[in-house]
């Protein structure tokens, strides 16, 4: 018997209340299907999500089942910046998978589709389904297009912080604002938006090659459509729950990918959270080990050059995991019923890529262009990066990690020694680095925005004005417990942990000390006191000093969603999840 039978059995005010909704008695009986997105006029990312709920309401009808349409919108980080709203950012994920688990738990359901696009939305969804573990598939919801002279909305940091330096004219940046996003969808370029999205594919829990379609294509509709029958199908068939599809090879698998497509950092946050979900450790570590000598193959902003619409004219997601191939565990289970192995043999005979190649085509006339597969995904054996795109940092000044995009950091700055400019808020940085009292040779530091400190929000705006100065980009390094925008790029290192707020050493960093930084060593440390180098035992006993004088500042949110999160996030590294042990 379903679940939803079963509780219709022993709850008789269920039938009455749902056919109060408008639901008639033959639906009643039918497999019942719990539809949850993030849609709302909240941002492009969710705003067309309500066509993505039809479609899949209709795939439901089709298979015999009926659904139920719910909704929690998620908020845009691109919007929240430059205020405190985007401390509210990663508490926000918490907050979705709290608000699924609640409205799944409360009222039966068979199974579930799960549509969302961005940042928080997506993997709040993702953590929510884990919990809540009926049959489910997860439908991404795209991206949008790209502007005029392919202008996508990560370079708008670029044009403000040139106009902060009288680079441009105020008419060049409202141009820029007028038209960075032209229409609905996922910010066009791999940011964490995008990279979850093509996590959620490459974990099995969504149809493959749904993931990071244009958001206005038919193409959408139809997986859509096509995800709503499917969920009736996997409430029908034993042992297909998310929990029997996603296993740790699963997390494996989107690792690799994650490497091949230069994903976000942010990824390092939601990954091993909802690994948690599911019972499997994910750490740091996981990500570092797996990219060490993984093929990195994507040639999209804001590590490359295209937006992010072209990775599916390539091919997508498919296309990436077949230069893969013989580095992921083939056997995975995934939401069609089907390994992954057998799901790319699939595509291939469907022809899947001539339909890619068909799109491509398209866009190029449109475009005036000439762009071909292999400008976007390059072959396994042409890769642009040999080890991976991210990399875990530790030592004295991280001991549990932190973390870098290193295919986004000039190689200038892959080995240095540099002079620690502390800074106690981004807003105190931003203004030293746009009035040039920051130098070429120092290590910036932002600290006291970790989760305990301030929400973790991301230091967007400080990693533009650094990258889009000539004399800085290559030149200094920004060191944060905070996070960066999945489109940040530069010598810019986040998450570092423990953080400022818990006692970590980036809260004993003073003015003057000298930073180690070594991307192939895999390491970040104090070296130096005072402009001087000195030996370990010296570095540590100062440190133990200065520990002993420290004291935490007063929390910074005394009421609301940031106190509970404050109170409750586990470290970065971890996830930052909520930790009730």
Same mark, same amino acid.
């Given at each position: ?26 639906? =009643?009986?039918?497999?019942?299907? +719990? ?54 950012? =990663?508490? &926000? ?19 579930? $589709? ?56 105020? @008419? ?7 038209? %960075? ?7 066009? +370029?791999?940011?964490?938006? *995008? ?7 490459a974990l099995g829990l969504a149809l493959p090659g749904s993931a990071l379609l244009p958001a206005d294509s038919d193409d959408l509709l139809e997986y859509a459509r096509r995800a709503g029958a499917q969920a009736v ?14 296993? *740790?090879?699963s997390f494996e698998n989107a690792i690799l990918v994650h490497a091949a497509i230069s994903g976000s950092t942010n990824a390092l946050l939601h990954i091993p959270a909802l690994a948690h979900e599911f019972g499997i ?28 619409? +072209? ?16 580095? =992921? ?167 570092? &942990? ?10 004993? $960093?003073? @003015? ?5 930084? &070594?991307?192939?060593?895999?390491? =970040? ?23 002993? *004088? ?8 005394? *009421? ?9 996030? %586990? ?11």
């Open positions: 018997m379903l679940p939803s039978q079963e509780i219709r059995r022993i709850a008789p005010e269920l039938d009455p209340l749902r056919i109060g909704t408008g639901w008639n008695k033959e639906d =009643l009986d039918k497999v019942q299907v +719990f539809i949850e997105s993030t849609y709302g006029d909240s941002h492009p990312g969710s705003g067309h999500l309500d066509r993505l709920v039809e479609q899949a309401r209709r795939g439901i009808r089709e298979a015999g089942g009926h659904g139920a349409r719910y909704f929690c919108t998620d908020i845009c980080d691109g919007e929240s910046q430059g205020h405190d709203g985007i401390n509210y950012s =990663l508490a &926000s994920r918490e907050m979705i998978a709290n608000m699924i688990e609640i409205q799944g738990r409360a009222t039966p359901f068979d199974a579930g $589709v799960f549509i969302a696009s961005c940042d928080k939305g997506l993997p709040g969804n993702l953590m929510g389904l884990a919990r809540l573990n009926i049959p489910s598939v997860v439908v991404p919801g795209g991206t949008m297009a790209a502007g005029p002279e392919l202008l996508t909305l990560e370079q708008l940091g670029m044009y403000s912080a040139m106009y902060e330096r009288g680079e441009i004219t105020g @008419e060049k940046l409202d141009w820029a604002k007028q038209n %960075a996003c032209p229409g609905c969808g996922a910010c066009s +370029f791999i940011g964490t938006a *995008s990279t979850m999205q093509i996590m959620a594919e199908r996997l409430a029908r068939t034993p042992h297909m729950t998310p929990r029997d599809i996603v296993t *740790s090879e450790e994910i750490t740091g570590e996981t990500f570092d080990r797996l990219h060490r000598g993984a093929r990195y193959l994507l040639d999209i902003r804001p590590a490359g050059r295209w937006p992010a619409e +072209f990775f599916y004219y390539a091919g997508g997601v498919p296309a990436i995991m077949e230069e893969l191939r013989h580095c =992921l565990h083939l056997d995975a289970m995934t939401v069609t019923g089907r390994t992954l192995g057998e799901n790319l043999d699939a595509l291939k005979a469907e022809g899947f890529y001539e339909r890619c190649q068909s799109l491509l085509d398209a866009s190029n006339v449109r475009r005036g262009l000439h762009v071909k597969k292999r400008d976007v995904i390059r072959a396994y054996d042409s890769a642009i990066g040999t080890d991976g795109s991210v990399a875990v940092l530790k030592g004295n000044l991280a001991p549990e990690g932190a973390v870098i995009k290193h295919t986004a950091c000039p190689a200038e700055m892959f080995e240095a020694v540099l002079t620690a400019r502390p800074f106690e808020s981004e807003e105190e940085c931003i203004d030293a680095v746009l009035h040039h009292r920051v130098q070429p040779g120092d290590a910036v530091f932002i600290r006291y925005e970790g989760p305990k400190g301030s929400g973790m929000p991301e230091m967007f705006y400080t990693t533009e004005a650094i990258s889009s100065d000539p004399a800085l980009a290559r030149s200094i390094a920004l060191i944060t417990d905070g996070r960066f925008s999945g489109a940040s790029t530069g010598p810019v290192i986040g998450h570092c &942990s423990p953080e400022a707020q818990a006692g970590g050493p980036i809260a004993l $960093v003073r @003015e003057g000390d000298l930073i180690y930084l &070594s991307i192939p060593k895999r390491r =970040l440390e104090i070296v130096g006191i005072a402009g001087k180098r000195l030996p370990p035992e010296e570095i540590e006993a100062a440190l133990k000093a200065r520990r002993e *004088s420290w004291k935490p500042r007063p929390p910074k949110y005394r *009421s609301g969603v940031l106190r509970l999160f404050a109170e409750l996030a %586990a470290s970065p590294m971890r996830g930052a999840y909520l930790d009730w042990d």
